[in-house]
């Protein structure tokens, strides 16, 4: 008897994985940066550099099941480097908005809408769905949510 709801449920709810899988991931992001930006002083030395790139490499292995999302025609290892690539960028991210003067919070919202928006154009660029209107729709709604989180911010120096 509950077999065929929970059949039915199973396959009307998880109908787009990748959807799913890539809000799990942005969430995960998101609070792995939250903590980061919450506990790490960056003026403390060598140490926080060390945790900038051991989450980093965390967001790599998060971000390596989108292989199996994307249909276009690379191989694993071009897949691999662009995922590395989008890991390194929230590596220099992570380093760059450590020095800016706002609030953690603000610091990883910045953060997970730059992740965000680099995920969705690799993404295309390996479905092969990459173009320049698309391209222009992200970065036109990355500067729309950029300009609304620093327009929110306490500056403090």
């Known amino acids: ?13 998880l109908i787009n994985r990748q959807a799913a899988y890539e809000t799990l991931v942005l969430l995960l992001i998101f609070l792995l940066a939250v903590g980061f930006f919450k506990n790490v002083d960056f003026w403390g030395g060598f140490s926080s550099a060390i945790y900038s790139f051991f989450a ?20 694993v290892p071009m897949q ?3 995922l590395a690539l989008t890991g390194f960028f929230f590596w220099q991210m992570l380093l760059v ?9 603000y610091q990883s919202a910045i953060l997970i809408v730059t992740v965000a928006i680099f995920l969705e154009l690799v993404l295309d660029r390996l479905s092969g769905a990459l173009t320049k209107r698309r391209t222009l729709l992200q970065f036109s709604i990355f500067l729309v949510f950029v300009v609304v989180i620093l327009g929110s911010a306490q500056w403090g120096l």
Request: charged residues 5%.
């Open 1 to 13: 008897a509950y077999v065929v709801p929970t059949a039915l449920a199973s396959h009307l709810i």
């Open 56 to 75: 980093a490499f965390l967001v790599f292995l998060f971000l390596r099941p989108f292989r199996s999302y994307v249909a276009g025609q690379n191989t």
């Open 97 to 105: 908005l450590s020095f800016a003067p706002l609030n953690f919070l």
């Open 80 to 82: 691999n480097i662009f």
